[in-house]
Structures are given as structure tokens and as C-alpha cells.
């Protein structure tokens, strides 16, 4: 149930069943009926005026049937068409003859004295911004205060981006069909759409053999068998061993995130290393987390020598410059999985990039006229020429510090990057999307607005690399450490601090634990 099929694969989805032998028309119906359901539950009694607000195309005759059955079951309904009803075609031309009272113009009077709007105007076939007249019914539509219900997506929403085209209705929920699209979940869809129901309409399941869809929204189902439990008898190694770097003495706290988060998520052991005074610091605020005086790329190349330390986090205040260039490059050299976060990437952010740089990258910069390997594509050459896998945790301002502006929506932007890089990334934000160099691509959908907060992003880091420590697949681990850090926040609820991730996670890790198949604990 997690595949996301775009607007194209939908409509492809809709032409397999049709091809399958069940009529369109019947699509429509059930497709119209999933709305009257739903638009039933946002009423306040059968004396509710609603406003079925039709457009063109077959959103528009979904529209239509909602219509009909809300009014069979007593509701005021009024219909009111964008367009001229002779130009509808095919299916929704059907609907709309099948609606027995006057179709009125769709204009912003439509919706004076009416209690609920249906919002049927565009869905899957939005091929342009809206303009004009339908702008401005939407903007009225958005104006007047009223709960709306959305057909499939709300109109001016891109389904496959989620990106608002010209304007965009906001609904208070949103019904589609089948499976969602990504545009339910990027943002700023994911906002427009309010809650959403995905209805069944007899699109049969095998459609999916044949669409392959490489894109899902994050749940355990995705990674759960690749999560490795402790088992009877394990050794504490057989756990992993997960390696933080820490910056220097006034930036430690991220790497004490990192590794109170890479701890939490199972790795056997943890070790913090850095320069003398930062370890010294370290030492006196840690426990069960080990601390190592190792620095410069030549000791880490040393340290990492040896393979049980097989995960290797640096980023989280590092700090920007040649030295954090010099420990990357020196940790990729090495057989462990490697996590990138922060400055580790900003350190190889893209002289040409004429965006929002980091302040301390410009520094680094106009230090070093000549930058040496601190490029992105020496940093894709390292990674690509290494075995072990890499995960990159960008948030939008590294990401584009490293692959500039890219086109197309946040899934293919990722889905580049992956390739690009040969790392997997997690482009993080509200809608956090976790990509594969060879194109699996995820959208996390579980993360609260307070997540976004200092030092949440080096605790997801810590956890990646704990996962990691744990021998799971790197696409598998980003995709669960996202979903656990999310899940973690919204279990804390309001008031989180990043300190407090960490401590919550073995709570969201005990119900994982509980609700797995029984023989494989
Ligand atoms: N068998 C099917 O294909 C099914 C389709 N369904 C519904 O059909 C919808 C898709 O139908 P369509 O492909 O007809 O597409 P839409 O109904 O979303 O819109 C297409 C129409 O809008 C016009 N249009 C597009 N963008 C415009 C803009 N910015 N300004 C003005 N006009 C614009 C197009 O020229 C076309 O006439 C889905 O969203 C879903 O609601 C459901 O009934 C389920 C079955
Ligand atoms: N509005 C939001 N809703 C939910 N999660 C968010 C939101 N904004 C950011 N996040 C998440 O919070 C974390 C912030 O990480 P990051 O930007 O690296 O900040 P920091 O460096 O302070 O840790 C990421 O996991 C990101 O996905
Ligand atoms: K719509």
C-alpha cells in the first residue's frame, strides 16, 4: 500500500483496469462515491448546503456522481460547472446528464450560503497553471473559510511535484484513488491536501507489476526485515562499532547527538574521536560512549585500519575547510560505511554556486584561492571509487551547495543527486526524501513540525550511522533511521530539544520489536 504512482502512472493504472474489462464509467462511480462518503462525514446534517464545484475533465465528473448520491441521500447540493457543459466528453459528459437539476457557472457567487465546497475542478490532468477565471474561483474558494473536500488532489496541486500551479485550493481533507501520489506528500501539497483518504475503486493490485513503481512513502514494511535484532548469544561487535568525529573543543555537542543516536540505535559500541582538547571535553560528559584522541586525516586512516570500526559519521560541527576535506577524504579511503552530515559536505560546497553559501564556507574560500580537492566532484569520485556505502544528510542549503540548482520535483532532484554522487542521499525537511544511486526513492511522511529544531539533524546522523554499524543496507537504514527519528519526535511531542530524541527512541524501537512476525526475534 506504500507505492506512490504520479499522475501519468495513475491515468496508465486506469488504462490497464479499463483494458481489463472493467468500464471507466464504473471507475467514475465508485471513485464519486468515495467522495460522497467522505464529504457525509464533513457535514453537519442532512440540511447541509454543499457546492460541487465541477471542471472540464473527469475531476469534473467525479464531481458529478458525488453530486448525485449526496443528493440522494437528502443533501442540498448545487452544481456548478467551469466551462460549457457541451464540451464535456466521455465519461464525466455521461455524469453530468445523469445529474437531474440546472448546472450553474462555476463563478465565486457559488459559493455564497453553502456549508461545504467539493472541489472537482482538476486532479490528475492539471497540464497548466490556473488562471483567470478558475484562479480567481479558487482564490474565493480560498477566501471564503469553508471546509473543503478535494477530488484526488486539490486543484492547482501537481500531483507528481506537489508544487502549487499558478494557485491551489486548500482543503480541509482530500480524497484519491488507489494509491496516492507524491504531490499528497511534498510540500507544499502536503499542506493544501489536509487529511487524505486513499479509496479503493477495483483498480486491481496487479497493475502494480506492470508500472514497477520505484517510489514510496516511508514505512516499516519497506525496511523492517533488513533490521537486525540482537540475537541470543551475539557479541556486542556483532552489533558493530560506530566511529563520531567530533570539531574542535566549542563544537562537541553535535557529535555527542551523534553518538547518543547511533548508541540508541542498536550499534554495539560507540567511539567519539577528535583532537586532544575536544576529547578531553568529551571524556567528562560521556558514559557508555567511548572517546579516543585521534586527529588528522593520517591518524583517522590509522584508527579506521581497523575493520570491526565500521561506520564512520563526520559532519556535525566539524567545522568547514581544508581539514574536514583532508578526514573525508581519508575516512572514504577506508572499508567502512560512512554517514556525511553538516560541514563534512558544505566543506566541498561548489565554488560556482552563487546561492546562499554557508558564511564559513566563503571564508574557507577566499582562504584558498586554489580549493584543492574541496570540490563536489572530488568528493563524487571518492565515493564512487569506494565499496562500503555512503549517506549523505543534506538539508536544502547543502544540498545545494553541492549539486546547485537541479530541475524537477524534490523526488528527482534527490534521485540526480544519487546518481550524481553514487551516495544515497536523505534530503531532509518536512518532507524528508531518502534517494538510491539506482533509483529507489522514498518520501518520509511521520515527522512533526517540532522536529525542526537545533541539532535534530546530527541525531538523525547518529542514527543512520547506528543502523549502519548494524550491517543493514544503506538505502534500508536511511529510510528507517528517518522514519524512527520522526516517529520519535512525535512520541516525545511539543516541547522536544534534540537531547531528547536519543532517550525516545527505545521506546519506538520496543513497539517495532513487539509487532514483529514472531519466529524472527
Ligand atoms: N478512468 C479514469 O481515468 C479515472 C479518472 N478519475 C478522475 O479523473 C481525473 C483525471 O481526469 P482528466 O485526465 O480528465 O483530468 P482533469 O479532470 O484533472 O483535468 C483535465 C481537464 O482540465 C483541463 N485543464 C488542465 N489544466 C488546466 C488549467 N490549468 N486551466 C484550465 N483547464 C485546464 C484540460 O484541458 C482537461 O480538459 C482524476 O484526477 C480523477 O479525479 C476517476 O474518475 C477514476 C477513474
Ligand atoms: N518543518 C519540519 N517538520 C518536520 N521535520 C522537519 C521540519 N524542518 C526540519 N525538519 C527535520 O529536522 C531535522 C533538522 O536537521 P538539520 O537541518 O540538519 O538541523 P540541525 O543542523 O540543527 O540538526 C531534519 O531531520 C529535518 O528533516
Ligand atoms: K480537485
Known amino acids: 500500500m506504500n507505492e506512490l504512482l504520479t499522475p501519468a502512472e495513475t491515468g496508465e493504472a486506469d488504462r490497464l483496469t479499463e483494458a481489463g474489462g472493467t468500464p471507466g464509467l464504473d471507475l467514475m462511480a465508485r471513485a464519486g462515491k468515495a467522495v460522497a462518503d467522505v464529504a457525509a462525514l464533513m457535514t453537519r446534517g442532512p440540511d447541509t448546503r454543499i457546492a460541487v464545484l465541477c471542471g472540464p475533465g473527469n ?14 441521500v437528502g443533501f442540498d447540493v448545487r452544481v456548478f ?5 457541451s464540451a464535456l466528453k466521455g465519461d464525466a459528459a455521461e455524469m453530468a446528464r445523469r445529474w437531474p437539476l440546472p448546472i450553474r457557472a462555476a463563478t465565486p457567487d457559488a459559493l455564497q450560503s453553502m456549508y461545504l465546497v467539493i472541489d472537482a475542478l482538476f486532479g490528475a ?3 497548466r497553471p490556473i488562471e483567470g477565471d478558475a484562479a480567481e474561483l479558487v482564490e474565493a474558494v480560498n477566501a471564503s473559510g469553508l471546509p473543503v473536500l478535494a477530488v484526488d488532489v486539490p486543484s492547482g496541486v501537481d500531483g507528481a511535484s506537489g508544487e502549487v500551479r499558478g494557485v491551489a485550493i486548500k482543503a480541509r481533507r482530500t480524497v484519491t484513488f488507489f494509491r496516492k501520489k507524491p504531490g499528497h506528500l511534498l510540500m507544499p501539497g502536503r499542506d493544501l491536501c489536509g487529511e487524505v483518504t486513499v479509496a479503493d475503486i477495483g483498480i486491481p493490485e496487479s497493475v502494480l507489476e506492470t508500472l514497477k ?33 567530533s570539531g574542535p573543543a566549542l563544537q562537541t555537542g553535535a557529535a555527542r547527538l551523534g553518538a547518543r543516536g547511533a548508541l540508541r540505535a542498536g550499534a554495539g559500541v560507540v567511539t567519539i574521536v577528535g583532537n586532544s582538547t575536544a576529547t578531553a571535553i568529551i571524556a567528562t560528559q560521556v558514559t557508555s560512549i567511548m572517546v579516543r584522541s585521534v586527529s588528522g586525516a593520517k591518524a583517522l586512516s590509522e584508527f579506521l585500519r581497523d575493520q570491526r570500526r565500521n561506520a564512520v559519521l563526520i559532519g556535525p560541527g566539524a567545522s568547514v575547510g581544508p581539514d574536514t576535506v583532508a ?40 582562504r584558498n584561492g586554489d580549493r584543492g580537492p574541496a570540490q563536489p566532484s572530488t568528493l563524487f569520485a571518492a565515493i564512487k571509487g569506494r565499496q562500503a556505502p555512503v549517506v549523505m544528510t543534506p538539508h536544502e542549503g547543502e544540498f545545494k551547495r553541492l549539486f546547485g540548482e537541479l530541475p524537477g520535483s524534490k523526488v528527482e532532484r534527490a534521485r540526480t543527486a544519487a546518481e550524481q554522487s553514487g551516495a544515497v542521499i536523505i534530503l531532509k525537511g ?9 533509483g529507489r526513492a522514498i518520501i518520509n511522511s511521520n515527522a512533526p513540525s517540532w522536529l525542526a529544531t537545533a541539532g535534530s539533524g546530527d541525531v538523525l546522523a547518529g542514527i543512520v550511522t547506528g543502523l549502519l554499524a548494524q550491517r543493514m543496507p544503506a538505502f534500508e537504514a536511511a529510510s528507517a533511521a528517518v522514519w524512527l527519528h520522526g516517529e520519535a519526535a512525535s512520541a516525545f511531542g511539543i516541547g522536544l530539544i534534540a537531547e531528547d530524541l536519543p532517550d525516545v527512541l527505545p521506546k519506538v524501537l520496543q513497539k517495532l520489536y513487539a509487532e514483529k512476525p514472531r519466529g524472527r526475534r
Open 81 to 85: 460547472l467551469l466551462g460549457d457543459k
Open 327 to 366: 578526514d573525508v577524504l581519508a575516512i572514504l579511503k577506508s572499508s567502512a560505511s560512512v554517514v556525511l552530515d553538516a560541514d563534512a559536505l558544505t566543506s566541498f560546497a561548489d565554488p560556482e554556486d552563487d546561492g546562499d553559501r554557508a558564511e564559513a564556507s566563503m571564508g574557507f574560500l577566499a
Open 430 to 438: 518536512t518532507d524528508t526524501v531518502i534517494a538510491a544511486p539506482d
Open 213 to 245: 513503481p520505484r517510489l514510496h512513502e516511508n514505512a516499516p514494511g519497506i525496511w523492517i526485515s533488513d533490521f537486525n535484532w540482537p540475537t541470543d548469544g551475539g557479541h556486542k561487535y556483532d552489533r558493530g562499532h560506530a566511529v563520531i568525529v
Open 125 to 127: 490532468g492539471l497540464s
Open 59 to 72: 475531476n469534473g465528473g467525479d464531481g458529478f456522481v458525488a453530486a448525485r448520491l449526496l443528493r440522494n
